[in-house]
């Protein structure tokens, strides 16, 4: 019985949400939408932890849909990169599940909230589906389930400010010009190759050489999937995304709707395209690593001058995802893990980050930065959360930030690109010039005469510094996530003699 | 449009042969072009047509929003269902030859129940998404912006 439980994990992983989304649609009002999509993404987790567990040792898992063997039928591959892929998701949504219920309260009309958190359980079942999956069309059916209910959910803050729709049609439009780019590249790729499972592909592909054909593909999959991940200079959906949804939205997606976006790039480029094209290397080479460096500097630009504390942290985000391009185009073992392990390390410290800006609009009624003035005397522990989270995104030593940093330097080092590392060092100033802003004006600046706002509440709070111990802990014992991390690097690495079990 | 006899009259004749021809594309799914996405759209028509002659409220009238969610989640859940159903009886996700004594019969209501699901829910999305653009109250206000 134990022994079948076990052999389901990988189908169970997404079909709980996927049920749970429609009984929450239909009988999810006056509080139990909540109940039941808590309990759900909390099972979810427990699924993605003994995932996670059994393939520690780098062993894969593969699950035949409708008992179909690949690469006919649909098949679920978990290996120890997207199990640790599905442990961010499924981590994250429990821990933001539990900080939407007030949040939410405040944010989103009552009548809409059983539709809310079916539509957040919709996006956690369509980001877990693109994460566990081996075959390169479903992938593209998950990303879509995933993307149309983030649309949904970003245009839930329009309670609070009508820009929320405008916001979320713009990401529409822009993620449906990118996933109709994805199809196209994988209808190029299904052209020569007649195979659409990504363990199949990269067989056929390893012995197909080059062709015209071959690079339009995989220049159009790259380019779809760089502008669901908000790829410099493929960002502009984002940062009026993420600051008009409602703010455990924008801590939910920015924790893992663009982290799996990059690692459904790390599969295409590296497990289907193999490590040796010449044509992605040149790619990564001399498009995307320049375009990652000014994209950590623009976006750090635009970030110190914001003037809304959910902006400056959207554009941040940007930044971010720049470093985990720059750990890619490096096409090393280091350069990899340092992209792995800064998925782990900014999913956690970023959701910390707008979570303390939930907190802000709750309490303050607003995240616009001079109104935050001296806001840390009344609301000391969400105020503290900012500071080391922010720390973290900076890179200080015994942060995450920092782990991720220096395997990103080394990785740079490693191949003598010294300016590449020079780079990186010196925009974590700019980096430390946005997060003391900040600092700045909520703890030095005179408070607003008559104007006091209580600590948020606890249920808040909990899933504020369960986020910002995250980032300490990992900071000082990154034994767990930089192990996870090297293997997955290693088995992207070895990833083209992949095959079925 | 209540004067407009010849639409009124119309409608009523069609209405009945989409609904028909809704089912025949839903069953006929095996055999031919078809199948639940399809059956799911046709049927849907039907009652968009519905609304346009005989205005919104006569069709919440006969498909009141409420219903229309839970058929969307009905439609879902009977999909699921059919391969949590299989899963319970041993086999993995969809496998559907689980569902009857021999495999072809399996395969057969299997694909059956599931497309019905489809169906279902997707002639209760097209209705929703009509009455949400038909049935839309307020606009947006300029201070809004």
Redesign the interface.
Known sequence: MLQ?LLH?LP?LQI?LP??A???V??FGGNGRGWMIAFATSLIAFAVAATLFAEVLDGSVIS?????WAPPIGIEYRVDILNAFVLVIVSGVSAICLLYARASIAAEVEEKNHAFFYATFLLCMTGLLGVTITGDAFNLFVFLEISSLSGYALISAGAKRD??A?TAAYNYLVMGTIGATFFVIGLGLLYMLTGTLNMADLAARLTGYGDSRTLRMGFAFIFVGIALKLAMFPLHLWLPNAYTFAPSAVSSFLSATATKVAVYALLRILFTVFGFDSAFEANVLRLIVLPLAIVAIFVASFVAIFAEDLKRMLAWSSIAQIGYMLIGIALLSHEGLMATVIHLFNHAVAKAALFMVAGAFMLRAGTTSIPDLRGIARDMPWTSAAFVLAGLSLVGVPLTVGFISKWYLVQAALTQNLWPVALLVVLSSLLTLTYVWRITETIYMREAPAGVRRSEAPLSMLIPTWIFTGLSLYFGIDAGLTSMAASRAANALLGASNLFWQ | MQHHLILRVVARLLLPPIFLYALYVQWHGDYGPGGGFQAGVIFAVGFILYALINGVDALTRVVPPRAL??L???G??LY??T??AT?LL????????ALSHDAVHGQEWGILIVELGVGITVAAAMTAIFLAFAGRSAS?EDK??
């Open positions: 079948a389901q189908v079909v996927l049920v989304a429609p009984i649609a239909a699950y035949h849909l409708g008992g009508r820009r729709l | 969610i839970l969307l989640a009905a879902l859940l699921a269902g391969g949590i899963l041993g086999q993995d996700f969809l496998d559907y030859s947006v809004d912006w």
